[in-house]
């Protein structure tokens, strides 16, 4: 048995229920931030970047610093263990004689 209504110029509906993502902490768009920053010095510099250096190119991108950045959101912590904390598993940071010198991870 076959049924038809003959009202076939009838515009059908298809709603599409987009995945709703949580959006990303003010912790996850800092650190973000300070991962471009990073990639875009190591692509001038071919290797490790100094913290002063991504502080001083996330300044001249953003206005502010990472630590008034940081301070603005009530994020207490110095740029330095918010970069450990919050991007550790993508930015390695090392100690030397000079400073500290960041570098992206590999995946």
């Excluded at 970069?83 to 550790?88: A, E, L, T, Y």
Aim: aromatic letters at 4%.
């Amino acid at each position: 048995m076959y049924l038809d209504d003959f009202q076939s110029d009838r515009h059908s509906l298809i709603t599409k229920v987009a995945e709703s993502k949580p959006a990303p902490t003010i912790e996850q768009q800092i650190s973000s931030k300070i991962e471009i920053t990073l990639a875009e010095l190591t692509q001038k510099t071919l290797g490790k970047v100094s913290l002063s250096q991504v502080c001083q190119e996330f300044k001249h991108k953003h206005q502010k610093t990472i630590s008034e950045t940081l301070k603005s959101h009530k994020l207490p912590q110095s740029t330095l263990k918010f970069i450990q904390k919050s991007c550790g598993d993508r930015i390695k940071v090392e100690k030397q004689s000079k400073g500290h010198y960041l570098s992206l991870k590999s995946i």
